[in-house]
């Protein structure tokens, strides 16, 4: 469909849908979420044909997309995330009375979203972005990902369905195709009011730049990616040291490497253990039986940004294999601290199967490291019980660096739940303030307005004085489910 006719049928089908009850909200969510599965397995073979990712994956992949429609089913049915917020009218205040506010977030109006390639499933079509949007109200238009344009359909026929079947206007979710120029138009429309996309830097910052041009500048919520760094402190890599280079080459290999929070930095300190990690890592990442990549332009990419890496000052390569035009073949690189502090590029992430071990000689010289880091999706601490001090040292530096900080565990693998922040400062995401992953990312298509003085027949049912639902509401500042 072109462009400008998907943003004028999501601007007028946002006049209905903006102003549907919570509760049909949630059952078109959960319409979605049955309609994928309906499409069985015509669905993950094209997946895996498209992506070349395997049936099991998808499988959980497809489980985890359902989930993650029916959980926005429930926060959208629980309500309480419109953060109604009452302030009773004080009209014998002095010097002056107060009037009655009430305060609730209400959807932006239609938000483009541009899927990710690594996710055909769960970060695309019918993804987070998707249903995060349709649960706060919002209309969409979905930009396909050229890696997977048949499974995109598909995902497309079954939205489609579920809104025919819920009885609400079919502008409520558009699907376009098209190249660069297409996702460019889309973020130029006067209709749109905020971006969604998961990917490239380059992509990323360039419709993010776009955006901040038009005349009525809008949010643009980009997932970048990032590097995922791992401290492993002096104690804690002398405890199952074997054991924890095969947790970190296991969580380096998943999927390829073709996870965003993929860990690609590891840094270790200098100490008679540290040959041993590297060893075991080196055998691990040798030996692993490389899988074939999204596709061939990932594949490119890949080994041009490792080329490229390997090519720094001070930087070893321990595990290098032949380039292949499709399999994503494991790699594995060492350098000092004291080179990656001199060379901002080693920061840079390459998306796939490759880890830069990065080897520190005492404490100041990890923090400064930590210090130097740009923004992350995730950071890891792994340290010993003993080591608490240097724990709480690098805690303050990394919660200002991460939108997750993992303490046990590695970064892959990301829960879809109400706790979950998947985002971070700059380059990891466009915005710290939001996550793309779980019921917080709701927020990120909603915006705050108050009512003044409203008479109760004009306000929306979760601002009434009448709490029918038992709502959580904030009033005169305190939580409570009352009715007024
Ligand atoms: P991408 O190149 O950033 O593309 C993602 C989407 O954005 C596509 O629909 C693309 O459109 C669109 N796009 C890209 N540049 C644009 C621009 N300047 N203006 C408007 N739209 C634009 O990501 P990808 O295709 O998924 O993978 C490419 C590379 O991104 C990978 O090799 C990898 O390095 C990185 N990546 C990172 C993550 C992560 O989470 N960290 C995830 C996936 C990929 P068209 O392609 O249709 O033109």
Redesign the pocket.
Known sequence: MPYNEALTNAAQAFETYKITTPAQRAQLLRSIAEAIEALGNELLETASRESNLPLTRLTGERGRTCNQLRLFADLVEEGSWVEATIDTALPDRQPLPRPDLRRMLVPLGPVVV?G???FPLAFSTAGGDTASALAAGCTVVY?E???HPQTSQLVHKAIAQAIRANGLPEGVFQHVSG??EA??ELVKHLATKAVA????Y???K??FDLAMQREVPIPVYA????TNPVFILPERIKENTEQLARQAAASVLLGAGQF?TCPGLFFIPESEVTPHFIAALEEELTNATPANMLHD??AG?YYKGLEKLLQAEGVQALVHQEADVLEGRAALASTSAAHWLQNPALQE?V?GPFTLVVRYSNAAELISAAKALQGQLTCTLWGSDQEHELQQKLTDVLRDKCGRLLYSGVPTGVEVSHAMTHGGPFPATTDSRSTSVGTYAIKRFARPVTFQSAPQALLPAELRDENRSGLWRTINGKLSQASL
Request: aromatic fraction near 10%; charge should be neutral.
């Open positions: 541009f990710a390639s690594n930009k990902h050229p890696g190249g660069v996702g460019q996309f998961t990917g490239s380059k992509g990323g360039a419709i997932e970048m990616g990032s965003c332009g990932i990419n992430e998306f």
